[in-house]
Nanobody
Framework: QVQLVESGGGLVQAGGSLRLSCVAS?????MGWFRQAPGKEREFVAA????????YYAEVVKGRFTISRDSAKNTVYLQMNRLKPEDTAVYYC???????????????WGQGTQVTVSS
């Protein structure tokens, strides 16, 4: 059974950092992070290919967020630095055989973790 479990969300002041984790019950999948703010559609944040050779980032987080993977732990991370109030959202990890920025192409999703950035 495929499972994704996120953790690491919380409340942080603007300019601060958080690291999100997503533990998967499998390896060798591309992994993506998405977020959804209240009243808005889910949007792409970052993705990493199954072999870690490729990473994609949304323009609004490029240079501030870093996606990485620890294959030995089947865990993908999203390091978020210089957080802004507009980064406030529920963050979801997702898995797919190939890397993509489109949420409807991901087969498996975690339950989400709340990130709140105060000004």
């Amino acid at each position: 059974q495929v499972q994704l479990v996120e953790s690491g969300g919380g409340l942080v002041q603007a300019g601060g950092s958080l690291r999100l984790s997503c533990v998967a019950s499998f390896s060798t999948y591309a992994m993506g992070w998405f977020r959804q703010a209240p009243g808005k559609e889910r949007e792409f944040v970052a993705a990493i290919s199954w072999n870690d050779r490729s990473t994609y980032y949304a323009e609004v987080v490029k240079g501030r967020f870093t996606i990485s993977r620890d294959s030995a732990k089947n865990t993908v991370y999203l390091q978020m630095n210089r957080l802004k109030p507009e980064d406030t959202a529920v963050y979801y990890c997702a898995a797919n055989p190939r890397i993509t920025v489109y949420s409807d192409e991901y087969n498996y999703w975690g339950q989400g973790t709340q990130v709140t950035v105060s000004s």
